[in-house]
């Protein structure tokens, strides 16, 4: 889907990322050719299933890859800085500054040795020249702001003194400290209770609005989704096999595997009481080796020859899917076109 | 803190003094001391007489009393070999054997932890294997084997060092080059293995998020987190290398507290070998609690336990 046409900039410019990883059997095609553009405060979730590219995506764009991950693009550029091209040292000031990145782990991502205010006002003082007195004000700022309540006493706090959900609220208050334009948020509610879930996604979404951050939030729940995106991008083997503004992709889901993950999911209003929700029979494939066609073909219950072939772009943008039908076989589920 | 050090504290005398009375009383099991003492051709009546000029006869907890009431004024009795205070002639041994520890756990660790850091950055590199072959031939190797081939390179052939005595600093040379390099491997590898481990976790990956240089992510993220069980080991190896460099002190003629054990052993001299083990004990003890204090320093998660 490469042309996008925008009349503003985008701040996240994808083109063609690629990522394979060498592995004694072969090579492993992980991401296969995305494009994505993201704008100025503009929220992109990226949807798919366990091993389709959601983190790597993330870490390719982050420049935190493992050193025997092979990179390449036609286009990586964050507000016209290439990011293929750009030095170490060029990345690491990015990082934490402009771009910051939120995990999925809060128990594990904080330092155990040093203090949360230690680790807050290091991400502040790695950037900017500011006093440490200066950065433990901001640090208390945030966490007030995060919702964290006797923020300076937390300060002197080691992180195996908080649970989960003040953990990730902490490594929140962490991204923000250097006010970033681009937040990455790696499925940073998985590892969370239920209930904490969705307090700390409003949290995300809300702060991210009030501060104008473009996010890129990466998830497997649709509902999630549903609730915070601009933009939606279906991941699948590797692949953005449908991308376009949530409410078209939800309302008008084209491409077979979208509908299949929306059939997972109950409805209220739609899903009757008692019925079945839907899978997606079969596994993902292998994609070490050479890769042809629709990648989906082995699972897609429209599946024809020229699926083995080269797969079209179809629609328009901003809404756009990889298909070989062209309604992407809306007519053959007896969906409305 | 102070709470943590103040348990550790208790915990350490308690041990201290469990192994003061173990110490005292292996010595009686080891048979009569009377008898011992007198020598194959004395006969019963002066071995009653020894037994009494020594206080054998009296009951063995009030000996330890007595002993330990001694011990703690810092007077372990007379030699009954060198016919000397027991103390003076052990702190004339172990200034020796403490410069000789010092200087070898240091030269161990100098080595042992830039070796596991540098192998740890790049496993299978180069530098791993290099520190990986040392390793291994620090293990496989008997130090007084070791010492010698030292000895004859250094001290015979090139005449660089002084092959044995303990009168300047030259002297302690090869043998802290033999005693740390003996203890440098378990160190590289628990280093190398830490870092290792550390490196891959998730904090790290948050550090280098932030945007902190790979100085910054190796020495105040990782190396903090992976150092701990080196801390513990070391303490260890340190109270192994006071008590334990016999072979060592041997092999220069370094007459230090080790070669004093050996010697007291072999000449059944008691007070000496009870106030070395004491002596010895005490050493792993300190370290230990020292050990257990700077851990709880690097993790915070220590001081609660």
């Not at chain 1, 079209?312 to 076989?329: K, S």
């Not at chain 2, 240091?106 to 496993?123: D, N, S, Y």
């Not at chain 2, 040379?173 to 190398?192: C, K, N, Q, S």
């Not at chain 2, 080196?230 to 072979?247: C, P």
Request: with cysteine; proline share 5%.
């Amino acid at each position: 889907m490469s042309h996008i046409q925008d009349t503003v900039k985008p701040l996240l410019s994808v083109r063609g990322l690629t990522l394979d990883i060498p592995l004694a059997s072969g090579t492993l095609h992980a991401v296969r050719g995305i494009d994505f553009d993201l704008h100025k405060g503009e929220t992109l979730c990226i949807v798919g299933e366990s091993g389709s590219g959601k983190s790597l995506t993330s870490l390719a764009v982050m420049g935190l890859l493992e050193k025997n991950i092979r990179r390449s693009a036609e286009q990586l550029n964050f507000d016209g800085i290439d990011l293929i091209g750009a030095s170490k040292r060029q990345m690491r000031g990015l990082r934490g500054d402009r771009i910051a990145m939120i995990f999925q782990e809060p128990m594990t991502s904080l330092n155990p040795a040093y203090t949360i205010g230690d680790q807050l006002v290091e991400a502040l003082r790695l950037h900017r020249k500011v006093s440490r007195e200066k950065a433990r004000e901001r640090a208390i700022e945030l966490l007030e702001k995060v919702g964290i309540t006797a923020a300076a006493s937390r300060l002197s706090q080691y992180p195996h003194q908080l649970s989960g959900g003040l953990r990730q609220r902490v490594v929140i208050a962490m991204a923000l400290m250097c006010e970033p334009e681009l937040i990455i948020a790696d499925e940073p509610t998985t590892a969370l209770d239920v209930t904490i879930q969705a307090q700390i996604l409003s949290l995300l979404v809300e702060l991210t609005k009030e501060m104008d951050v473009a996010m890129i939030l990466i998830t497997h729940d649709l509902g999630v989704v549903a609730r915070v995106a601009d933009k939606v991008g279906v991941m699948y083997a590797g692949e953005l096999v449908e991308t376009g503004p949530a409410t078209d992709v939800f309302g008008k889901p084209m491409h077979p595997y979208t509908r299949g993950l929306l059939h997972c999911i109950p409805q209220p209003g739609k899903t009757k009481r008692g019925e079945k929700l839907g899978t997606i029979p079969g596994i993902v494939p292998s994609l070490i080796g050479d890769v042809q066609g629709c990648a989906f073909r082995t699972r897609c219950p429209h599946v024809v020859e020229a699926c083995r072939g080269d797969i079209p772009e179809r629609g328009q943008p901003p809404h756009e899917f990889l298909c070989v039908h062209a309604d992407g076989a809306r007519a053959a589920e007896g969906e409305p076109a | 803190m102070l709470p943590f050090i103040l348990k550790r504290l208790g915990l350490a005398g308690l041990v201290a003094f469990t192994v003061s009375f173990i110490s005292f009383s292996l010595l009686f099991l080891s048979g009569d001391p009377a008898a011992a003492l007198a020598g194959e051709t004395a006969s019963g009546e002066d071995i009653e007489a020894i037994r009494r000029l020594y206080g054998f006869d009296r009951p063995m907890l009030v000996q330890y009393g007595e002993w330990l009431f001694q011990a703690l004024r810092g007077n372990f009795g007379e030699s009954y070999y060198f016919k000397l205070p027991v103390s003076s002639l052990i702190a004339d041994r172990l200034s020796v054997t403490m410069t000789l520890g010092v200087c070898g756990i240091t030269f161990a660790l100098l080595t042992a932890v830039p070796l596991g850091v540098a192998a740890a950055i790049r496993p299978n590199s180069i530098i791993d294997r290099v520190a990986l072959f040392l390793s291994v031939a620090g293990q496989a190797m008997p130090s007084f084997w070791f010492g010698l081939i030292l000895i004859v390179l250094f001290g015979i052939k090139l005449r660089w060092l002084p092959p044995s005595g303990a009168s300047t600093w030259q002297h302690f040379i090869m043998p802290t080059i033999v005693l740390g390099y003996y203890a440098m491997p378990a160190i590289m590898r628990l280093t190398r293995a830490g870092m290792l481990e550390v490196l891959n976790s998730d904090y790290i990956r948050t550090a280098r998020a932030k945007g902190a240089g790979e100085g910054r992510v190796l020495f105040k993220h990782a190396l903090r987190n992976a150092i701990i069980p080196v801390v513990s080991l070391a303490a260890v190896q340190m109270g192994f290398m006071l008590g334990g460099s016999i072979v060592v002190e041997s092999i220069f003629a370094l007459h230090g507290a080790g070669y004093l054990a050996w010697e007291s052993i072999a000449r059944n001299d008691l007070p000496t070998v009870q106030a070395l083990i004491l002596i010895f004990s005490m050493f792993y003890i300190i370290f230990t609690f020292l050990a257990d204090v700077l851990n709880a320093w690097l993790d915070p998660r220590m001081r609660s336990s």
